[in-house]
């Protein structure tokens, strides 16, 4: 991933918050979170079953 602010390559934290990657600029120190593909596109909520 580039960093929109200086074009360099960003770096990958280790460790994930909120089920997204966190992006480290090494230039400036901009972080951009990336959202993580999960299996299916419902969430909990939807899958649910109704009450009657």
């Known amino acids: 991933m580039?960093?929109?602010?200086?074009k360099?390559?960003?770096r990958e934290e280790?460790?994930?918050f909120h089920k997204?990657?966190?992006?480290i600029c090494p230039k400036c120190g901009r972080?951009?979170?990336q959202a993580v593909g999960t299996k299916g596109s419902?969430?909990?909520?939807?899958?649910r079953?109704?009450?009657d």
């Open 8 to 10: 360099v390559g960003m």
């Open 42 to 47: 419902g969430s909990f909520r939807d899958r």
């Open 31 to 33: 972080t951009r979170m």
């Open 49 to 51: 079953k109704a009450v």
């Open 20 to 23: 997204k990657r966190k992006w």
């Open 14 to 16: 280790r460790r994930s």
């Open 2 to 6: 580039l960093c929109p602010r200086c």
